[in-house]
């Protein structure tokens, strides 16, 4: 599983959340290292990647990428300050979206991981 976030903080959390949960995830912070790691090892089940990441792409241009590697990965946006209505107009098909700030089920949930605390 693939965390793209530019925030060192949210991405720790989403990290230990992810492996509380059993999972082993890889974390990048820039949408540069994104598109690395997803060339590198398109074979990610998922990606939990940030809509504003800074300079350079959106998240939304990261999910696009994931998805010509590799067509069924699971895409999970996650922010703060985008809306549900711009992840409808912008996010790739089937994909999810959990407001930031968010607990550990509604990531869980939104990854089809959900555990009982």
Sequence with gaps: MLIVEDDPAVGQVIEDILRDAGVSPVRVQTDTAAYSALSIKPTFKAIIVDINLGKGTTGFDV???????????????????SSKDMFRAFGVPESRFVQKPFGRDDLLDALGLHQPA
């Design 63 to 81: 999910a696009r990428f994931a998805r010509q590697k590799a067509p069924e990965i699971t895409v999970v946006y996650v922010s703060g300050q």
